[in-house]
């Protein structure tokens, strides 16, 4: 079938794609920038905010997967244009194109909508999914990673050069490959809709100080976690603002969820046994990964 993707030049969508191609689908794709001609993949040159563009992404798909989104954004009204309005554009024109399955990727950040502006962004985004009358189905990714991830790099950087990973103070997560993520969402794209909402994981509970370890051993090397109190937190971010500008990875933004104790996604909610299973743990996942950043030279 066609498959009409959002985001499909970044980490998650890509690897979409990838998967999409692999399983005989055509996709159709939106791009800011112009892209190398592929096989089997049409690109429609727009944004979500460019509603003809977005409107021939749709016009002759049989699904819609919706990953575009802004993680990091400079204000409340960024991330409403980009995730909130985003996603009331695509909505829009399935509607109007009477492309009735529609996959939307959110986050866990939405469970906690008062906790940062992109958690509220998020969730705005899932209200306006639920409320389109088609036929739906929303996934909360908790922390994705994988070979091509820009966000963790700076934790395998620490670990491997200085022994150290800076983390929140308290807290536990879950995490999820981007290859397993990539292969749940076509195949939710693939089955009836459940108009439900799937939180996946690895199977894995890890508190920080788990976490810091494990990408201590993916990258050769004993770590510890630096458990980074809020207040030193919030003063790291307003530093990497200063030297990275737009490009900064922590953001007052993200601090604000980082301080939350529990992001672990919810095994009440976890996609059907029958439908999909995680297949790369954290281990394996964290070594991959590793080894593509040695192998870019990002370490």
Do not use: C
């Not at 009204?77 to 509607?95: E, H, L, S, Y």
């Not at 909360?140 to 103070?169: C, H, K, N, S």
Request: charged content about 20%; hydrophobic content about 50%; overall charge positive.
């Amino acid at each position: 079938m066609i498959l009409a993707i959002t985001g499909g030049t970044g980490f998650v969508g890509g690897q979409v794609i990838e998967r999409a191609l692999a399983a005989g689908h055509s996709v159709r794709a939106l791009a800011r920038r112009p892209q190398p001609a592929r096989e089997g993949v049409t690109w429609i040159a727009g944004a979500l905010d460019d509603g003809d563009a977005v409107s021939a992404l749709v016009s002759t798909a049989a699904a819609v997967i919706h990953v575009a989104g802004a993680v990091n954004a400079p204000d409340r009204a960024a991330f409403a244009a980009a995730n909130i309005d985003g996603t009331r554009m695509v909505v829009a024109a399935a509607r109007t194109w009477n492309v009735r399955r529609f996959l939307h990727v959110s986050s866990l950040a939405a469970r906690a909508p008062e906790l940062s502006s992109y958690g509220w962004s998020k969730a705005g985004a899932e209200r306006v999914v639920s409320d389109s009358g088609l036929d739906w189905t929303i996934v909360r990714p908790p922390g994705v990673y994988g070979p091509g991830d820009m966000e963790q790099r700076d934790l395998f950087r620490a670990a491997a050069r200085v022994g150290i990973v800076p983390m929140p103070p308290h807290g536990r997560l879950s995490i999820i490959h981007v290859a397993d993520l990539a292969r749940l969402l076509l195949a939710l794209a693939e089955a009836p809709a459940d108009r439900t909402v799937h939180e996946p994981g690895d199977g894995s509970v890890l508190s920080y100080a788990d976490f810091a370890h494990a990408i201590g051993r993916a990258v050769g090397r004993r770590s510890i976690a630096l458990s980074l109190p809020a207040p030193l937190l919030r003063g790291a971010a307003r530093i990497d603002k200063l030297l990275r500008g737009r490009g900064a990875k922590l953001t007052a933004d993200r601090v604000a969820y980082m301080l939350h104790p529990d992001w672990v996604a919810d095994p009440a909610k976890a996609p059907p046994a029958a439908l999909w299973r995680p297949k790369i743990g954290t281990a394996e996942g964290l070594s991959d990964t590793a080894r593509w950043y040695r192998a870019h030279g990002l370490l």
